[in-house]
């Protein structure tokens, strides 16, 4: 078990509506990053954040959004939900910004779209 | 889109035998992880291995990096039922990016 922690566990929205996903970083971490990952595949980066700055993006729409706050928390925000957004929805922290040490991943947030 | 490719995609072995999956790649990189997924749930880092190394160890685990052939392997030797779990290689390039880029994914079924 990492010291990562999302919010909520799972959630069902309508097509077009707006979700807030949130993800508590492991202690000491000030880099999150946000991955989807669709029903059997791998995941998939959307954005990373750094010291409250994006560091990074992946081929996701500007209608994903996040942010991250002074404790290094973060949230990510989809706005106008798509079928296609039904996924679960990983978050990881790290103690420095990049890709290039492990990541510490939550236990992710299972969004279904209807 | 993906850059890794796991191969097999699912494999089913007995309690006590080796496991072996592979992985490969299309850039240049500076590490590849593997992750374990157990049913759906977050991944959990297994090894890191940088593109200046060929073989790491860690307990059950042996994983090998061939940068030439941009591929890499992960055994699991005396597997147990508890080894039952998705297993990914995630690769990181050279360069703050921020992004790992993971494979589909290897499905492993420990029969007991």
């Known amino acids: 078990e990492t010291g990562v922690t999302q919010s909520p566990t799972h959630l069902i929205k309508t097509r077009g509506q707006q979700v807030t996903l949130r993800c508590s970083s492991q202690?000491?971490?000030?880099?999150v990053s946000w991955y989807q990952q669709a029903l059997g595949q791998g995941p998939q980066f959307i954005f990373q954040?750094?010291?409250?700055?994006?560091?990074g993006r992946g081929n996701f729409p500007p209608r994903f959004s996040g942010l991250q706050f002074p404790n290094y928390s973060s949230e990510l925000n989809v706005n106008a939900l798509e079928l296609d957004d039904s996924a679960l929805y990983l978050c990881?922290?790290?103690?420095?910004?990049?890709?290039?040490?492990?990541?510490?991943f939550g236990p992710g947030t299972r969004l279904t779209v209807t | 889109s993906q850059q890794g490719e796991e191969d097999p995609q699912a494999l089913s072995i007995q309690e006590g035998e080796n496991a072996t999956m592979n992985c490969s790649y299309k850039?240049?990189?500076?590490?590849l992880q593997w992750y374990r997924q157990n049913s759906g749930r977050g991944l959990v880092h297994l090894i890191l291995?940088?593109?200046?190394?060929r073989e790491k160890h860690s307990g059950r685990l042996r994983v090998t990096l061939d940068t030439s052939k941009k591929s890499s392997s992960l055994l699991i030797t005396a597997s147990r039922a508890a080894d039952t779990a998705s297993y990914f290689c995630?690769?990181?390039?050279?360069?703050?990016?921020?992004?790992?880029?993971f494979g589909q994914g290897t499905t492993l079924q420990v029969k007991p």
């Open positions: 954040y750094y010291r409250e700055e994006e560091n």
């Open positions: 990881a922290s790290s103690p420095e910004q990049g890709g290039l040490q492990k990541q510490y």
């Open positions: 995630a690769t990181a390039r050279s360069g703050n990016t921020g992004k790992l880029i």
């Open positions: 202690s000491g971490h000030n880099t």
């Open positions: 291995i940088r593109s200046n190394e």
């Open positions: 850039t240049s990189i500076n590490n």
